[in-house]
């Protein structure tokens, strides 16, 4: 079956040691999305990929970054995190453009920083 | 600043009964609706999209779509306790392929 897939599902840190996270999709999407997600909040958009162009939102700290090395995966670095960057990340992909707009989420990885 | 909003809830409605859920939107131009029901502690998942005004039915969900009003409104029929969950409401505004969030609404299903 096609899908998005996340690693790890659960990322335990430590304050300020840098931490990657992964999607993999076997959809062929053009578009791949980090989210933010905190408990009882709507999903904050961080960045995202229309194949090999990057797009950053304004408020996203620079403490994030991403990497999209081919179509099919799409990294997301914390170089510093902190106690605040606890949070569900989840990687979503949609084919983009008029009518493409629908979004398809990874099971996400739920990351805990001490 | 285009605005997605939701009741948070939590709704709480009998087993077998109807629940409506609601989501206004803020931006006029707006093209594309979506429904995402979303477990605790799991990812969102497409329930249904809409895309012209008025009603879009799957199974026991219907989707009811008003552009006029500015409201797009989720129907579940014969509710059941594995409804439970938040559901958000995402809108694609067309000026690109981004969407726009709401915070989810909980709903609680009571046997």
């Known amino acids: 079956d096609a899908m998005v897939i996340q690693n790890p599902r659960y990322q335990v840190t430590q304050f300020g040691k840098p931490v990657t996270l992964s999607c993999s999709q076997t959809?062929?999407?053009?578009?791949m999305y980090w989210y933010q997600q905190k408990s009882s909040q709507a999903p904050k958009l961080l960045f995202h990929?229309?194949?090999?162009?990057?797009?950053n939102e304004a408020d996203t700290p620079d403490n994030f970054q991403s990497r999209r090395p081919n179509t099919s995966f799409c990294f997301l670095d914390i170089r510093s995190p902190g106690l605040g960057d606890a949070a569900m990340y989840l990687c979503?992909?949609?084919?983009?453009?008029?009518?493409?707009?629908?979004?398809?989420f990874g099971p996400g990885t739920r990351l805990l920083v001490l | 600043q285009k605005e997605v909003e939701q009741n948070s809830g939590p709704l709480s409605v009998p087993e077998g009964a109807i629940a409506s859920l609601n989501c206004t939107y803020s931006?006029?131009?707006?093209?594309?609706f979506f429904w995402y029901r979303q477990y605790s502690g799991k990812s969102p998942e497409l329930i249904m999209s809409?895309?012209s005004n008025g009603d879009k039915e799957d199974g026991r969900f219907t989707a009811q779509l008003n552009k006029a009003s500015q409201y797009v409104s989720l129907l579940i029929r014969d509710s059941q306790p594995s409804d439970s969950a938040t559901y958000l409401c995402?809108?694609?505004?067309?000026?690109?392929?981004?969407?726009?969030w709401g915070a989810g609404t909980k709903l609680i299903i009571k046997p």
């Open positions: 990929y229309y194949d090999k162009d990057f797009n």
């Open positions: 979503a992909t949609s084919r983009g453009g008029a009518g493409q707009e629908t979004q398809y």
């Open positions: 931006d006029r131009g707006s093209q594309s």
């Open positions: 995402a809108v694609n505004t067309n000026s690109n392929y981004q969407l726009i």
């Open positions: 809409i895309y």
């Open positions: 959809l062929n999407h053009n578009v």
